[in-house]
Nanobody, 124 residues
Framework: QVQLVESGGGSVQAGGSLRLSCAASGYGYRNYCMAWFRQAPGKEREGVASISPGGSGTDYTDSVKGRFTISRDNAKNTLYLQMSSLKPEDTAMYYC?????????????????WGQGTQVTVSS
């Protein structure tokens, strides 16, 4: 099993940048597909980006392509999300999630391990 703790959220103006981190503890982090999800008030939780266990494969939802970059450091058991050119519609609680072995799609039901979330607020 893996335990996940997010950090790095905050308030930023539109056009600004933030980097989220997700620290993982437990056995076998390098064997997990990792992902970022987000949930805005009154909306469904949506997949933002995923990265394969080795880090060579990534996937992004269309609305963040070219603005967000997912990465991982398996030596540090840490997942990152670099967010640039932020927009007010990026405002949400951001969650780190893990799925054993392979990445599927960015569907919430595919991930069995979740962090508590970190809030990102983008003002216009």
């Amino acid at each position: 099993q893996v335990q996940l703790v997010e950090s790095g959220g905050g308030s930023v103006q539109a056009g600004g940048s933030l980097r989220l981190s997700c620290a993982a503890s437990g056995y076998g982090y390098r064997n997990y597909c990792m992902a970022w999800f987000r949930q805005a008030p009154g909306k469904e939780r949506e997949g933002v980006a995923s990265i394969s266990p080795g880090g060579s494969g990534t996937d992004y939802t269309d609305s963040v392509k070219g603005r967000f970059t997912i990465s991982r450091d398996n030596a540090k058991n840490t997942l990152y999300l670099q967010m640039s050119s932020l927009k007010p519609e990026d405002t949400a609680m951001y969650y780190c999630a893990a799925r054993f072995i392979s990445c599927g799609g960015l569907r919430r039901t595919e991930y069995g391990y979740w962090g508590q979330g970190t809030q990102v607020t983008v003002s216009s």
